[in-house]
Structure formats: C-alpha cells, structure tokens
C-alpha cells in the first residue's frame, strides 16, 4: 500500500464545504471479473456484528442521522449494530480517517467527499461496492437503483466501480428579502442581467443588493457552468480555467462586488447574518445553512423566500456534500453490514425522514414525487419545494486528486481581480498554471 502518499496528498487537500465530482455513468452489468469478486464477499451474517459509522452530523442533523439509525438496529433481523461516533467537524473527521488509515483502524462506514475519498482509493483502502449492488440475495433492483438520481449516484465512481453512494447533499438557492423587493417593485431575478440590475437598484439607505459567502471563488463553479464553461476536462486531464466563460462568470462577479451592489461576507463568512438582519436584500447560500437562515430570519422579522439560481447561457446547480463509503479494512461480515445500512438508508421511508427532518435533500426520485414530501415542502419548508427544482440541471464539483487545488486557485484569481492586483485574464492565466502544477505533483506521488 501507499500510505506514505496518502498522507502528503491528504496534507495537500485543504478542507471545504460542497467539494464533491460526477463520475462517468454506472454500468453495474456484472462480467466475469466481477462475478469472481462477487464470490468473495460475505451475503450472510452469522454471529452478532458491531460496526462504526464515523460522521460530522451536529444538531438537528445528528438526531435525525441517530432516529434513522435507531430504527436499523432495531429492526434488522440480522443482529447488526450500528454505532454513530462523532468525530467532529469536516477537518477533525477527515483528520481522524488519516491516522486511522496509518494504523489500520479505519472504521467500517464514514463520511467523505469523494475528493478526499480519491487517495484512499488509490491507496486500495475503499471497497468494491460493485458485487454488493448488482447481488441478487443483497443488492438493489433495478427500479430502485434508477430511483436515485444519477449524477449523485455516480458521484462516487472511479475506473467504474461505485465506492461511494451520495449521503447529505444540498444545492444553492437564491434568497430574497420579499418585502424589500416588493417596496422597490423590483421582480425576483431569473437571470443575469436581471440579478445584476435587481443587486444595483436594492443598493440604497446603506443596505445592499446581494450578499455571497466568503466562498463565492471557492463555489464559483456553477457560475463557469452556467456561462457555458466548465473548470476542467476530468477525462483528458485538461484544465479549462483560462476560457472566454471563466472570464465572464469572474468579472460578472468581480463587478458587482467592485461596484458596492454586492458584498462578500468575509467577516461572518456565511451571508446569514446581513441577510438574515435585512442589511442585503439578497443573498446566495447552499441550503445546507437553511436552519440557520431561517432562525435569524425569524429573529429579526424578515420574510423571506427563495428561488433557483438565476442563469446565464444555461442552468446548471451545484450539488454539495458528502458521499458515505465502506473502506476494505474491517471483516468480510462487517463490511456487508456496513452495505446493509447503506442500503437501509437508501430506503424511501429512511429518505423521507432524513429529507424533511435534516437539513439535507431526499435522495431517491420517487421520495421527492411522493405526496408526502410535497406536503412537508409546502407547507413548512418553501425553500426544499424550490431546490427539489434543480435536480434536473445539478451537477458535481471534479474529484481528481488534490482537488481542492482547483478552488483554492478560482478563490485565490477572484480575490485578485476584485482587488485590482491582476486582470482576469492574468489571474485566470495564474490559477491554471499553479493547479496544473499542483495535480501532477499530487499524480507524481503515485507515480503517475
């Protein structure tokens, strides 16, 4: 094994929130390969099985994550136990699977973006969730495997096998102050040009238009996406920031912040707080931050509402979050208990709960129809009805190597440009070259 490199990799991936990539489409028709490998994995559980699941659920997230837990080992006929233990937050968690791979005490099940989860499949630590999946006696069918959307399902994949399935995912919305809006009878934008003009004429009385997280460049994917560009060619290893597209998605940005009708909140980091005081009209935020936009909100009296991302040549929504994984250290029995809460989790009843009571989406199609979830959304959760609107345009941030690299770099060109301390074109020029340079770096520690 490489675990040398894994940690110079890992070392080299700083954390973030949302940085997650789509694979190429499933193929889970079993050749002869995979019947082999199918032969080797457990399918039934003999003797009592205690596993671990290491999270970074806090809050309301983990109570509904312990309800739905609860509930498996419980029911399970199989004498399976599954035992949450929090890590801490995303950097501690990560942090943790790092010394745990060093002394061969992975746990069974985690949470991981598959950005991360790339080194450890290169390390040979992930399992093979292919024969699970496609089992007959264990797997899913084949309707509800096509229940779950597949640009999250096959996030996880890598040279076609699944070695992750999507776990809490969320999208970005935009909120609007509906009683500023209406008072300045500007209409809710559903374009560029439209944001732009709304974010201009909002800007009065010290207030402003439209408020960004302080990780506008580190998230500005969806804005390339949505000029017609993409960040990067994953399947020819081409980096694509240096595009007529980058250039305008950044200077769309660039010139708002530059002319005072949009601020990005570097301070609070999150633009919760002023939008959620009435200080900016608007505001763009995964709705992962929906608890706490919703408790501020109610706070101070704002009513708010929310709408899908505006767009430019397209639509296109980035899905953030975390998948689940299994890694390949624990015994044959563990790991296919590992699968079966998986699967469990999967389930539409589990998906319900965990759609209408975390502060995540639902993950099968059929959850998101159901009469159920449509009712939940309406009636107390207006934003989930709006962001269930973007599955059918998401996407997935890339998951090569060393993949933060990519959005450290956006982040780092968008500063610059805003400060005025390159033009677009150097500071994109700058951000291909100093990625570039960090990914073959990463691929040289494998010997790629």
Sequence with gaps: MKL????????????????????????????AGEKEETAKIATEIKEPVSIEFWHAMSGENEAVLK???????????????VNLVYQGH??????????ASKSNQLPALSMIYPNRLTAYVKNDLVEDLNPYIENKEIGFDEKAWNDIPEFLRDNGMWNGK???????????????????LKGADVKVPTTWNELKDAAKKLTTDGKYGLAFNSSVGIDSSFWVEQAGGHLIDEENDKILFNSKETEKAFDFLAGMVKDGSAKICNEEKYMTGPFGRGEAAMGISSISALPEIIETCKGNNINFKTAVLPKDEKEAALFSGTDVTIFNTPSPEEKL???????YFMEPESQLTWGTKSGYLPLRKSVLDSK?????????????????EEFDYGY?????????????????????????????????????TNTRKALDEAKKSFGE
Excluded: W
Aim: net charge neutral; proline share 3%.
């Design 162 to 180: 699944h070695h992750s399935l999507p776990f809490n995912k969320g999208t970005y919305l935009l909120f609007y102050n509906e009683d500023i």
């Design 372 to 388: 159920d979830f449509k009712d939940y959304a309406e009636k107390e959760n207006p934003a989930k009805a709006v962001a269930t």
């Design 90 to 99: 995303y950097k501690e968690l990560f942090s943790k699977l790092e010394g």
């Design 67 to 81: 309800e739905i837990t609860d509930k498996f080992n419980k029911e399970n006929p199989d004498k399976i136990t």
């Design 396 to 432: 997935c941030d890339p998951k090569v190597l060393n993949g933060y690299a990519i959005h450290e770099n956006m982040n780092k060109a968008l500063q610059q440009i805003i400060l005025g301390e390159k033009s677009t074109k150097d500071a994109l020029t700058e951000a291909e």
């Design 337 to 343: 208990a590992a699968f079966k809460f998986i699967k």
């Design 4 to 31: 040398k490199r894994l940690t110079a990799i890992l070392t080299s991936c700083l954390l973030t929130f949302g940085l997650v990539g789509c694979g190429n489409s499933a193929n889970t028709s079993a050749n």
